[in-house]
Each structure stands twice: as C-alpha cells, then as structure tokens.
C-alpha cells in the first residue's frame, strides 16, 4: 500500500545540520501518521519524531529542541531537519507509516506498519 524511500543522510561535523527526506509513494502523506525512527549499533530502535493526521507532533526528549518534523503535501514527503547534532545522533534513521488519522503510541514502532530501508546519519567530532 505505501511505499517509503529515505534520503539526505550522511557524514557531518559535530553541531552540523542534515534535513532527511522520506518519499511516500501509494498513499497521500496527508492520511499517514508518519514517524522517524532510529537505529543505532548496540542500541533499540528510538523513536525520534512523529507527526499524525491532524499534525499534532511528538518528539523524542533527547532531541527536542534540535529537529523539526513536517509534512509537504504537494511533494508527499515527510522531512526531519536536524540540527546541533552530536556522535550521538549517528544512526541509521528510518520512516514509517502508517494509515491512521492518529497511533496511540506515535514514538513506538509497533505503531507502524509500513517502513523504508533506511538513510545513514554519521556524525564526527
């Protein structure tokens, strides 16, 4: 039904900026909860920001202040700017759907049933 493709990951300096992409395909992202998620080595999958129907958002604690999630209709993407960020951020950060007007849970994975390969994000001190 929805098909996810991540993109705008990559190496950055500590306190540099990313803005990931996640293309919908399928479905409109207007109709999706969507989320971004990551996945670090050593470490469960985090939800980091999520964002439903009705655009009520939801970050994760650890990154508050420094992401921005957001929907673009017309293009039927949603994007996570990304900034300040830290080794600690490095992960590999994935998309995910679901079609819902809302989740319980919107930072649990579970929540979601439709998921993209993934866009690495690598930071270096």
């Known amino acids: 039904l929805v098909q996810l493709v991540e993109s705008g990951g990559g190496s950055v300096q500590v306190g540099g900026s990313l803005r990931l992409s996640c293309a919908a395909s399928g479905f409109p992202v207007e109709r999706l909860s969507l989320a971004w998620f990551r996945h670090a080595p050593g470490k469960e999958r985090e939800g980091v920001a999520a964002?439903?129907?009705?655009?009520?958002?939801r970050y994760a604690d650890s990154m508050e202040g420094r992401i921005t999630i957001s929907k673009d209709n017309v293009r039927n993407t949603l994007d996570l700017q990304m900034n300040s960020l830290t080794p600690e951020d490095t992960a590999m950060y994935y998309c995910a759907a679901e079609p819902k007007q809302a989740v319980q849970r919107p930072l649990y994975p579970g929540e979601y049933n439709f998921w993209g390969r993934g866009t690495p994000v690598t930071v270096s001190s």
């Open positions: 964002v439903d129907v009705r655009s009520n958002i």
